[in-house]
Structure formats: structure tokens, C-alpha cells
């Protein structure tokens, strides 16, 4: 590079000569935005967004200075042309290609955005046929797929190694929310609502055999400590329930059943210990009819309870 000299006896390089401009016409990329602290597009009449672009092309890095912002182009500024009712329009900062058509460079929207690169590919998903993607500040995205469901993203921070995705999604079969702080689902089986705590509620349609089966509903609660504050709490099934009332007997049952196996079992142990005591003599010993006979009586009473009047148990020894 030549350079002439000065009468002060420094020296300065003559201004590079600068590549070539798009007035040739051709595909360019640049960022989007002229850090001059306006907005970087503005919507027309016709419908269509002017976006400024400014071009990695065209830069003289002697009479311009270098690049002293990572990522941004120092090029030619332009500004580009996009139709937001088509394509999302780029946010600030972003890098995109731009189409230039010849000797159109120096007109307002000569040029059309006809890429846009996502500075974080990871979180914006692919365009399939019929669908329809938004893009927003800091990779945030709406997906419409083409069963009319809705999907919404965004991150939970802005660190790239601690960020979570946090995620919505509305359609024909129902809803959910995915947060790193728990989650909300709802669906044709059910609900469900969970804190990352631990705290569960859920809910939803039984599928049991019968006579459960009248019992349309459930309810689970579940969490380390449950308060419930209200004047009046209602526990029980409701009067025009018929089926539920037909099926509170059975579950009484069950519970009655339970409770005279246990005093069986019970009662067998105390056979069980007095006929040992008898076969093996010892020093101090009870009568054997005390202990089994306790027993058996607290079982027979038990087993009589499970159905009005029920069997009874009788245990003969001698």
C-alpha cells in the first residue's frame, strides 16, 4: 500500500479503496439496525415494514474505524423491505440476507429481506407446511400448528446455561404450562396442578371396576401440611346422588371386612400363644381361656358388624 509522505514528516495511509457496493445487484447479509437509538423498522401504508439493515459489505475499516460492536456489520446502510403479514420481522441486531436488485441500493425499501438468521437456533423450531411461527425479543416464539393448536415459548433467564424453557400450549385435546416452578395439565382424563414443592392437586374421571364404577370423580390432595379454612365444610355424597349413595354401603363393607380380619388375626395368635403355653409348662402361667377368649370375642363382634348380622366365631378348647 502506498503512502505519501507529510510535511510534518508522519506518514498516513491513503483510504483503501472500498469493495464492492450492491448497486451491481446480488444477495448481501448485514445486521439489522443502525445503532443510532431509533426504532429499526417502521410500517407503511402499503402494508409492508422498512427495515434498516446495515450491510457486512462496503466497510472501510481506515476511514470509518473498526468494528468495535461483536456482530454488527459497519457497512453500507440500506434500507430493506418485509412483509410482516408473510414473515416476521427481524429483531435488532439480528443477521439477515438481503436481495438487492440493480442500481436499486440507494432507494428506500430497493432491497428484501429474504433471511433471517435466529441467534439461537435451539429454541425457534422449524417451520412445517401450514404452520405459522412468530419470533420475539430473546427467542420468545407463538407456533400455530395446523390443527389450530397454539404453542408459546419463551426462556426462564437470560443466562444460556442456566435458561429453562418455559412453555404454553392451547388445542382441540386441552392445555398445559411447563414451568420450571411446576406445572398446570387439562385434558379429557383430567386435571392436574403441581408445584415443584411437592403441593399436588388432581382430578378427573374414575375408571374401576364395579359397583366403583358409579363413582364418576375423584379428587386427590397431596402436600406436606393441608389447611382448610371455611364456616361450613360439607363431607359426604350429595342427596341426588343415587348411584354414590348406593355405593358408600359397599365401601363400608370393606371397611368392616378390614377390621374383622384384623381381629382374626388376632384371635388366632392368641390360640396360638395359649396352646404353647400349655404344651410348655412354666412357673406362672394364665388361664387358657382368658386371653383366646378375648380375642375370639373381638373378632366374632368384628365379623357381625361387616353385614347387620354376620357369623360368629366360636373357638372350643379344653
Not at 13 to 24: G, H, L, V, Y
Not at 283 to 304: E, Q, V
Request: charge should be neutral; aromatic fraction near 4%.
Amino acid at each position: 500500500m502506498k503512502a505519501k509522505m507529510l510535511s510534518a514528516g508522519r506518514t498516513q495511509r491513503r483510504p483503501e479503496k472500498a469493495q464492492t457496493e450492491p448497486d451491481r445487484g446480488g444477495i448481501y447479509d448485514g445486521t439489522v439496525g443502525w445503532e443510532d437509538g431509533q426504532p429499526h423498522y417502521e410500517l407503511k401504508d402499503e402494508g409492508l415494514a422498512v427495515v434498516k439493515v446495515r450491510l457486512f459489505m462496503g466497510h472501510n475499516g481506515v476511514t470509518e474505524g473498526e468494528n468495535t460492536t461483536p456482530g454488527r456489520a459497519r457497512g453500507r446502510k440500506i434500507l430493506a423491505r418485509i412483509d410482516p403479514r408473510v414473515d416476521d420481522i427481524p429483531d435488532d441486531g439480528d443477521t439477515v440476507f438481503v436481495a438487492v436488485p440493480v442500481g436499486r441500493s440507494d432507494m428506500i425499501a430497493g432491497g428484501a429481506i429474504i433471511k433471517r438468521l435466529a441467534r439461537d437456533p435451539k429454541w425457534i423450531p422449524n417451520r412445517k407446511p401450514g404452520e405459522k411461527v412468530i419470533v420475539g425479543p430473546r427467542e420468545s416464539f407463538i407456533r400455530f400448528k395446523e390443527d389450530g393448536t397454539i404453542f408459546a415459548c419463551c426462556k426462564s433467564g437470560t443466562d444460556p446455561d442456566t435458561a429453562r424453557p418455559v412453555q404454553f400450549e392451547l388445542g382441540p385435546d386441552g392445555f398445559r404450562v411447563d414451568h420450571p416452578y411446576g406445572r398446570l395439565r387439562c385434558d379429557k382424563y383430567g386435571f392436574e396442578l403441581q408445584h415443584n414443592s411437592g403441593a399436588k392437586i388432581s382430578g378427573g374421571s374414575c375408571a374401576v371396576p364395579a359397583p366403583l364404577d358409579t363413582l364418576g370423580s375423584f379428587l386427590n390432595l397431596e402436600a406436606a401440611m393441608v389447611r382448610v379454612k371455611s364456616p361450613v365444610v360439607s363431607i359426604g355424597a350429595a342427596a341426588s346422588s343415587d348411584n354414590t349413595l348406593k355405593a358408600i354401603p359397599v365401601l363400608g363393607t370393606l371397611d368392616a371386612m378390614q377390621t374383622a380380619i384384623a381381629a382374626c388375626t388376632e384371635a388366632i395368635a392368641a390360640v396360638v400363644a395359649d396352646l404353647t403355653n400349655a404344651l410348655i409348662p412354666a412357673t406362672t402361667s394364665a388361664p387358657l381361656s382368658t386371653a383366646a377368649g378375648a380375642a375370639t370375642s373381638a373378632a366374632g363382634s368384628a365379623l357381625a358388624t361387616c353385614h347387620g348380622t354376620g357369623p360368629t366365631l366360636a373357638v372350643r378348647m379344653s
